[in-house]
């Protein structure tokens, strides 16, 4: 089974601080994606990542940078953490090419921002 | 801008009834089509998926759905619902461009109610 695991279910962080988020999967997929996830909005995609040290922009990147380092390993980084950012992040994983869509899902980390 | 559209955000139905919960998507040449699933707590797991060939998919847990591309719609059915399905269930699209990787773009989510 495809494993996308993320280091903190739970995590309470101060205005001002900076925090990351670490997700990790374990089927050698070459795209990466993060994704916030708010009551009544569904879920928004704030950065992807199809190789190794390459990244992408998505809808809502504002306040956000992403690093992959490693193929296995994509991380989201909130350089100044504010009180908006308190939401549910999920992060997924996906083969790359035609047809391979497909998205797995880790269990998310709730960050609330005080 | 391309969207996804889930116009019911709660449904209730009864345990053993029919469910049909709605999807729309707008315009776009090559549609890749999902439905997920979010048990409270729980990271989002698919249920189904259509990328060609026959327009019913067949899902997990007893789910099916249906692609139209002349209305543009992508819902879901279960013929008898369970008190387990009660959950958050979203609609998901991506658009093929030819690259290897596109975020998806969701629905809201329609939150399910099973009434015993």
């Known amino acids: 089974d495809v494993k996308v695991t993320q280091s903190s279910r739970y995590l309470v962080k101060r205005t001002g601080e900076k925090v990351f988020l670490e997700c990790v999967q374990d089927?050698?997929?070459?795209?990466m994606f993060w994704y916030r996830q708010d009551p009544g909005l569904g879920l928004r995609l704030i950065y992807f990542?199809?190789?190794?040290?390459?990244?992408e922009k998505g809808d809502i990147p504002e306040g956000y940078s992403v690093s992959r380092e490693k193929k296995e390993r994509f991380s989201l980084i909130l350089e100044s953490a504010s009180t908006n950012q308190t939401s549910m992040y999920l992060c997924?994983?996906?083969?790359?090419?035609?047809?391979?869509?497909?998205?797995?899902f880790g269990p998310g980390t709730r960050l609330t921002v005080t | 801008a391309q969207s996804v559209t889930q116009p019911d955000i709660h449904i209730t139905v009864s345990e053993g009834a029919s469910l049909e919960l709605r999807c729309n998507y707008s315009?776009?040449?090559?549609?890749?089509l999902f439905w997920y699933v979010q048990s409270p707590g729980q990271g989002l797991q698919l249920l189904l998926k259509?990328?060609?060939?026959?327009?019913l998919v067949q899902g997990i847990k007893g789910f099916e759905a249906e692609f139209k591309r002349s209305q543009s719609s992508f819902n879901l059915r279960k013929p008898s619902v369970h008190w387990s399905d009660a959950a958050e269930y979203f609609c998901?699209?991506?658009?093929?461009?030819?690259?290897?990787?596109?975020?998806?773009?969701f629905g809201k989510g329609t939150h399910l109610i099973i009434q015993p």
């Open positions: 997924a994983s996906s083969f790359q090419g035609l047809g391979s869509y497909e998205q797995y």
């Open positions: 089927m050698d997929h070459e795209n």
């Open positions: 998901a699209v991506v658009w093929y461009s030819g690259g290897g990787a596109d975020g998806l773009t």
């Open positions: 990542s199809y190789d190794v040290k390459m990244k």
């Open positions: 315009y776009g040449a090559t549609p890749y």
């Open positions: 259509y990328f060609s060939g026959d327009t």
